[in-house]
Antibody, heavy 121, light 108 residues
């Protein structure tokens, strides 16, 4: 069965960096677009970033562009999100989600359980 | 950026009633790129509808989606206790991908 397991969350000071990981299993990871979606406490869903199946194309929300980097290692079936220059407003649960095949953003049928990132001094 | 506006913000209904949730886009989107999700407290979102009207795997047939262009609707024909949750629409026709702000469906 498809599984997505995030890790790497925690408490971090403003301005510092953190890297999230998402380990995928149960499907051919290298065939699918992958997304990061976040949810601030008590708020709605916010799409953060997406990466094509081969890692060649990456897309970002304006709120994180220039600070966050999405990447993937298809040999390890793992998705990453490197978050630099973190701000208080980046505090959220971060979900990885599977998208469509190859270069189709797609709806997300599969989601991880989420990883909480808290930015606070 | 395509803005999705969901209405109402909160919907108070009783089990057995019919729920109609609206999602309006700031510009026309292909039905192929419109999805609906359900989220319960402490849980990840669950895909309900994709392609505006197709039910995802395992979704009961009391859930249905419709619409085109800028106006989309999620209908729950007869509410069950487990349907009370927050519902989001999403468009992924162009970057940035966007979600509506959500409709909270609460028990009256």
């Amino acid at each position: 069965q498809v599984q997505l397991v995030e890790s790497g969350g925690g408490v971090v000071q403003p301005g510092r960096s953190l890297r999230l990981s998402c380990a995928a299993s149960g499907f051919t990871f290298s065939n699918f677009v992958m997304h990061w979606v976040r949810q601030a406490p008590g708020k709605g869903l916010e799409w953060v970033a997406a990466i094509w199946f081969n890692g060649n194309d990456k897309y970002y929300a304006d709120s994180v562009k220039g600070r966050f980097t999405i990447s993937r290692d298809n040999s390890k079936n793992t998705l990453y999100l490197l978050m630099n220059s973190l701000r208080a407003e980046d505090t959220a649960v971060y979900y990885c989600a599977r998208g469509g095949r190859h270069d189709f953003f797609g709806e997300s049928e599969y989601w991880g359980q989420g990883s909480l990132v808290t930015v606070s001094s | 950026e395509i803005v999705l506006t969901q209405s109402p913000g909160t919907l108070s209904l009783s089990p057995g009633e019919r729920a109609t949730l609206s999602c309006r886009a700031s510009q026309s989107i292909s039905s192929s790129y419109l999805a609906w999700y359900q989220q319960k407290p402490g849980q990840a979102p669950r895909l309900l509808i994709y392609g505006a009207s197709s039910r995802a795997t395992g979704i009961p047939d009391r859930f249905s989606g419709s619409g085109s262009g800028t106006d989309f609707t999620l209908t729950i024909s007869r509410l069950e206790p487990e349907d009370f949750a927050v519902y989001y629409c999403q468009q992924f026709g162009s970057s940035p991908i966007t979600f509506g702000q959500g409709t909270r469906l609460e028990i009256k």
